[in-house]
């Protein structure tokens, strides 16, 4: 089946390009020019990812991330800003963006990231399918499903990928650099994206997120899972 790729931009220029690469890359294409259209077609035909500019007429990005992330589907977003835009970039991810790009980009590592996230989305992953099990946690990375004391957490394509491969490894710290190399997929880049995560995700799997037990921070390295199972 086709994949199908929404993008949601208001510069006709960068769009043309966009969409010619990614039709070439064998998705189909959509094109909306401003915020309401995209959820207007996000309701029409959910697509299997939304490629979504922040600086967007009338109802921004942000906006737009933000009431897509509030429905069950969660459908993959990546995030298109501008490079001086470290602060939206940040509130993006928040909100649940699964990647980002600083314009200007090249259309080839959008196409790169497109394919990545919907691979993950999609189940593909590096290692064999299993289940992760601590203390009323249970990640099932086959189905790529979640759930915390028998109630199904939602968590976007990289929350996800980055509690199991934090899971996997327990009692292990890891510098933001290698989770966001390993998780990402990414050799560079601005590693305050993996903050963000984990911050999401100590929402949503911490009793106390202030204080958190589960995904500790390693001061002066990084982060840790700390199983409560052994």
Known sequence: MTQRVLVVDDDRTVSDVVC??????????THVGDGVSALDAVA???????????????????EVCRRLRAQPE????IMLTARG????????????????LGKPFSPRELVLRVRSVLRRAGGELTTAPDVLRDDGLVVETGPR??????????????EFDLLAYLMRHPARAFRRAELLERVW??????????????RRLREKIEVDPANPQRIVTVWGVGYRYEPFDG
Request: proline content about 5%.
């Open 20 to 29: 010619r690469y990614l039709e070439h890359a064998g998705y189909q294409v």
């Open 44 to 62: 029409t035909q959910p697509p299997h990812l939304v490629v979504l500019d922040l600086m967007l007429p009338g109802l921004d990005g942000l």
């Open 74 to 77: 969660g459908v993959p977003i």
């Open 85 to 100: 835009d470290e602060a939206d970039r940040i509130l993006g991810l928040q909100l649940g963006a699964d990647d980002y």
């Open 145 to 158: 499903v979640a759930r915390l004391h028998g109630r199904e957490l939602t968590l976007t394509v990289r």
């Open 185 to 198: 997929g990414w050799s560079f880049g601005d590693q305050s994206t993996v903050t963000v995560h984990v």
